[in-house]
């Protein structure tokens, strides 16, 4: 876990880490929110609706984003004040996920960062982008 303050962390600082979406993290994530959509959980109802596999949770994909900011950028000294995401492409179970995320303003007045972030495949392909307001406590 990175220990980044406020006065240490400079625009343009950049983090990334590797996410392997698995069958479990989907059962686990159905099982805590009790979306029981079926393109989340059956393969040829999936499959009908056009998609190679089963499709992973959008909001499974966006929860990473919490680690990019609570381990990474800045780290044990985050807060996360806001948001906005948007997903490109589906997510499929047993792909690899890079997500990064890059400090693109730093504001003195109110110690807070903004992160773009963005998740891609491992063969390059994007799959969300976000923009985060991260507070900075030490």
Do not use: C
């Not at 807070?112 to 390059?124: D, M, N, R, T, W």
């Amino acid at each position: 876990m990175n220990t980044y303050t406020f006065d240490e962390i400079q625009e343009g600082m950049e983090e990334r880490f590797p996410v392997r979406i698995t069958e479990e993290m989907l059962d686990t994530f159905r099982d805590l929110t009790g979306d029981e959509n079926p393109l989340h959980k059956d393969e040829s109802y999936a499959s009908e609706k056009g998609y190679q596999s089963k499709v992973a949770f959008g909001m499974l994909s966006a929860s990473f984003l919490s680690t990019l900011a609570g381990v990474y950028l800045p780290g044990k000294y985050s807060l996360i004040q806001s948001v906005e995401v948007k997903f490109s492409k589906p997510v499929f179970p047993g792909e690899e996920l890079i997500f990064s995320g890059k400090v693109v303003e730093k504001n003195d007045t109110f110690r807070f960062i903004k992160v773009k972030a963005e998740a891609k495949s491992s063969s390059g392909e994007k799959k969300l982008k976000a923009t985060m307001q991260i507070g900075v406590t030490a």
